[in-house]
């Protein structure tokens, strides 16, 4: 393509497509968190409890985790485009039927199931489709996705406001809903699995290898079934699994209740927020630089540093008060918070090379969905049965502990973890080869 007289590769302009669907699904199952007070409202809103509502949040999380490695498998084998499409029509189904319910059984169904395999789909394809399509540069690219992701909770939340003071709660999701929903629909006609659909190499490749077709035959699926089973021969493959849910188990249990732990110990609601939007601001601007820092020292170190910022800055609110003291853990932690998720497609290039990435991400996605769901409803009961803030915290600062561990196990990056894979394909499969 050309842009202003300038050559510009394909791949940019799929990481452009990559962010606004993180931008337009992911976003939203963040930014409807501020709907939390209406819809427990007896009056204006539906009058369910806390714990009601914050499963459905929760249930979200779980459904993203269980389909994950099923979207991750799907998309290996048969492309990205025809799931994103089925992602596409959900997204705006869940939305539309979600804006009309009158029931709690339907905010769990159209929300945290209609909704979870929608944002599912869209967070493991357009991710590790973008993988594909970059041999130098990723980190960068990565950086414009997850960083583009965070920014638009920030937007989201916004719109959320105007849309529920100026049209109902209807249109907080009927709005993103047919709007998001037919952008979603446009960028899936523009997204390309792989550069070779397009007569392309990937960005970085040199121009005398050849285009490499893709193939969508029993031998590409036979190859991608293959992948799959050594990979999960590796201890890496696990213990990648267990740092997504080690980590989000401990940072999504901060996420959820620091407002009341920091009100709880004496903070003004306002100076609450501030801490909250401290956190997640310092959390924006790491998951834009990490990528590339990553793809530079290895995935390894970035993570056992980040962990170390979710576990050590936890002492600085154990034993202080101050309001000052609460802003230097958010923006640590939120730095901390922001070193894990980036980084995995920058992991699953540095351990597994150029491989079908899908089931890789997907079964990433199995801990992160499970770890983010599971969290803050653990956290939140053990709150109510001790009756102190200091329970969830120290659930927080272990659960993160653990993550610093499995980071630690790390082998280095440098050390490729099954090089020799394809020679257990098939006789008839490596004799066309």
């Not at 498998?73 to 492309?79: P, T």
């Given at each position: 393509?050309?842009?202003?007289?300038?050559?510009?590769?394909?791949a940019w302009v799929i990481v452009g497509i990559a962010a606004s669907m993180?931008?337009i699904t992911s976003s939203m199952r963040f930014a409807a968190a501020a709907?939390?007070?209406?819809?427990?409202?007896?009056?204006?809103?539906?009058?369910?409890?806390?714990?009601?509502?914050?499963?459905?949040?929760?249930?979200?999380?779980?459904?993203?985790?269980?389909?994950?490695?099923?979207?991750?498998?799907?998309?290996?084998?048969?492309?990205?485009?025809?799931?994103?499409?089925?992602?596409?029509?959900?997204?705006?189904?869940?939305?539309?039927?979600?804006?009309?319910?009158?029931?709690?059984?339907?905010?769990?169904?159209?929300?945290?199931?209609?909704?979870?395999?929608?944002?599912?789909?869209?967070?493991?394809?357009?991710?590790?489709?973008?993988?594909?399509?970059?041999?130098?540069?990723?980190?960068?690219?990565?950086?414009?996705?997850?960083?583009?992701q965070g920014f638009g909770t920030i937007v989201l939340l916004l719109l959320?406001?105007?849309?529920?003071?100026?049209?109902?709660?209807?249109?907080?999701?009927?709005?993103?809903?047919?709007?998001?929903?037919?952008?979603?629909?446009?960028?899936?006609?523009?997204?390309?699995?792989?550069?070779?659909?397009?007569?392309?190499?990937?960005?970085?490749?040199?121009?005398?290898?050849?285009?490499?077709?893709?193939?969508?035959?029993?031998?590409?699926?036979?190859?991608?079934?293959?992948?799959?089973?050594?990979?999960?021969?590796?201890?890496?493959?696990?213990?990648?699994?267990?740092?997504?849910?080690?980590?989000?188990?401990?940072?999504?249990?901060?996420?959820?209740?620091?407002?009341?732990?920091?009100?709880?110990?004496?903070?003004?609601?306002?100076?609450?927020?501030?801490?909250?939007?401290?956190?997640?601001?310092?959390?924006?601007?790491?998951?834009?630089?990490?990528?590339?820092?990553?793809?530079?020292?290895?995935?390894?170190?970035?993570?056992?540093?980040?962990?170390?910022?979710?576990?050590?800055?936890?002492?600085?609110?154990?034993?202080?008060?101050?309001?000052?003291?609460?802003?230097?853990?958010?923006?640590?932690?939120?730095?901390?918070?922001?070193?894990?998720?980036?980084?995995?497609?920058?992991?699953?290039?540095?351990?597994?090379?150029?491989?079908?990435?899908?089931?890789?991400?997907?079964?990433?996605?199995?801990?992160?969905?499970?770890?983010?769901?599971?969290?803050?409803?653990?956290?939140?009961?053990?709150?109510?049965?001790?009756?102190?803030?200091?329970?969830?915290?120290?659930?927080?600062?272990?659960?993160?502990?653990?993550?610093?561990?499995?980071?630690?196990?790390?082998?280095?990056?440098?050390?490729?973890?099954?090089?020799?894979?394809?020679?257990?394909?098939?006789?008839?499969?490596?004799?066309?080869?």
């Open positions: 393509m050309t842009l202003l007289g300038k050559r510009l590769h394909y993180g931008f709907l939390v007070p209406h819809l427990s409202d007896p009056v204006n809103g539906f009058g369910w409890n806390y714990g009601s509502i914050s499963l459905a949040f929760s249930l979200q999380w779980i459904v993203l985790g269980l389909v994950s490695p099923y979207v991750g498998w799907l998309g290996d084998r048969y492309g990205a485009r025809l799931l994103l499409l089925l992602g596409a029509v959900l997204f705006i189904v869940g939305m539309m039927v979600t804006g009309i319910m009158t029931d709690l059984w339907q905010f769990y169904l159209f929300f945290g199931v209609v909704i979870g395999v929608s944002t599912a789909i869209f967070t493991v394809l357009p991710v590790s489709g973008v993988s594909l399509w970059f041999r130098r540069h990723l980190g960068a690219a990565m950086g414009i996705v997850w960083s583009f959320i406001g105007v849309a529920f003071d100026n049209l109902g709660m209807k249109w907080v999701f009927w709005l993103p809903g047919i709007t998001g929903g037919a952008i979603l629909l446009l960028m899936v006609r523009f997204f390309y699995n792989v550069p070779a659909d397009i007569g392309l190499r990937p960005l970085g490749v040199s121009e005398d290898e050849p285009v490499q077709i893709p193939r969508r035959d029993e031998a590409a699926k036979i190859r991608a079934r293959v992948f799959i089973q050594r990979a999960r021969r590796t201890v890496t493959f696990w213990n990648l699994i267990g740092i997504h849910y080690w980590g989000c188990m401990g940072h999504n249990i901060i996420n959820v209740l620091l407002v009341a732990i920091a009100v709880d110990r004496g903070l003004s609601l306002g100076v609450a927020a501030g801490v909250l939007a401290a956190q997640q601001g310092a959390g924006v601007v790491t998951r834009g630089v990490i990528p590339v820092v990553a793809e530079r020292v290895g995935c390894r170190t970035v993570w056992v540093v980040g962990m170390s910022l979710q576990v050590f800055p936890m002492f600085i609110i154990l034993f202080s008060h101050d309001a000052w003291a609460f802003y230097l853990f958010a923006i640590l932690f939120g730095i901390g918070q922001g070193c894990e998720v980036p980084t995995f497609p920058i992991a699953n290039r540095q351990y597994y090379g150029n491989v079908p990435q899908g089931s890789l991400f997907g079964w990433q996605n199995l801990g992160n969905g499970l770890g983010m769901g599971i969290a803050p409803v653990c956290a939140g009961v053990l709150w109510d049965l001790t009756g102190t803030y200091l329970a969830p915290i120290l659930m927080s600062l272990v659960f993160s502990a653990m993550g610093l561990l499995s980071s630690a196990l790390l082998p280095s990056p440098r050390e490729r973890q099954i090089p020799d894979w394809e020679q257990y394909l098939p006789a008839q499969i490596q004799a066309r080869e």
